[in-house]
């Protein structure tokens, strides 16, 4: 949807739909922890849906979806060294 | 040239990307991976150094996931806010301008009533590595939502005697930039600092 002024965005419905859905995975992820015995399973869908929290806000609240490519991969590029970074700086952690 | 800027029209770049909005997301960009410095100094800690009380014991999650879901809140109602000023709606941007600074103000008691409860329970700054990592991860992101929250409230206080909308836009939205960056690193910070090590 474009405005006025030629900005593109989400419509209101869509962003109220949204945050439905964020609610509802946040509602999972409290309830899974409590799951007995399947720790790895539990692991999975938490990072599963931790991930697809942070896809969505970023791409629809922040408009990433409807901007201009370079923006999005600039964010990308943040995202990817901070978990190289991370990556490295664990196991140079760890060695110490 | 000169009339452009002192009317605040943004100016022509080859990439047709505005210059500030550019320079936003690059800093955006780069608080990523300080974040990412402070969340894997406290994973390795969490796991090796450990001592004092445990975070187990410590996680009151049903009182977090509602901060969470009060932070994810916010989020909607700064785009809402994004969504209004690009509209046209002044008084409906301004609005869920203030209800954004609200929510965030919400999530900072929240988490001022979990230090407070931590520290009564002994597990203070200095006690170990765990408890320092703790605090300067979740400290640091108290502080940017504190500074969002500030952020939020010059808009709001702007927008008193100023319309948010037409150039002005792009100032509601980089503040809305900010704000969901801010929801994006504690969504992070959910589910590696207290979902996972509460899992059964």
């Known amino acids: 949807v474009t405005d006025a002024h030629g900005h593109a965005g989400p419509t209101r419905a869509e962003l109220i739909r949204l945050a439905s859905i964020l609610s509802v995975i946040t509602l999972i992820e409290f309830g899974i922890i409590y799951l007995q015995g399947m720790r790895g399973l539990v692991w999975a869908v938490l990072a599963v849906l931790s991930a697809v929290k942070f896809y969505f806000v970023a791409s629809v609240f922040m408009h990433l979806k409807f901007e201009h490519k370079i923006l999005a991969w600039v964010f990308a590029i943040g995202v990817f060294n901070a978990v190289w970074m991370g990556i490295a700086l664990r196991n140079v952690i760890m060695l110490a | ?200």
């Open chain 2, 1 to 200: 040239m000169a009339d452009g800027v002192a009317q605040g029209h943004h100016q022509p770049t080859n990439t047709g990307i505005d210059s500030t909005k550019l320079g936003f997301w690059t800093f955006l960009s780069s608080e990523c991976v300080f974040f990412a410095t402070l969340l894997v100094g406290h994973l390795v800690y969490q796991h090796n150094f450990h001592t004092g009380p445990k975070a187990q014991d410590l996680f009151n999650i049903p009182m977090t996931t509602v901060s969470t879901f009060v932070l994810l809140m916010s989020s909607l109602a700064m785009a809402l806010a994004v969504h209004y000023a690009h509209k046209g709606e002044h008084g409906s941007a301004r609005r869920w301008v203030l209800f954004t600074a609200l929510m965030g103000l919400v999530f900072l008691g929240f988490q001022v009533l979990e230090f407070s409860t931590f520290i009564s329970e002994g597990l203070t700054l200095g006690v170990s590595p765990f408890a320092s990592s703790f605090y300067a991860l979740t400290g640091f992101h108290g502080g940017h939502v504190a500074m969002g929250v500030l952020w939020l409230l010059s808009v709001w206080f702007y927008g008193g005697k100023h319309q948010l909308t037409g150039d002005t836009a792009l100032g509601v939205e980089l503040a809305g930039l900010y704000w969901h960056f801010v929801d994006i690193v504690w969504i992070v910070i959910f589910t590696l600092v207290y979902l996972l090590p509460s899992t059964k």
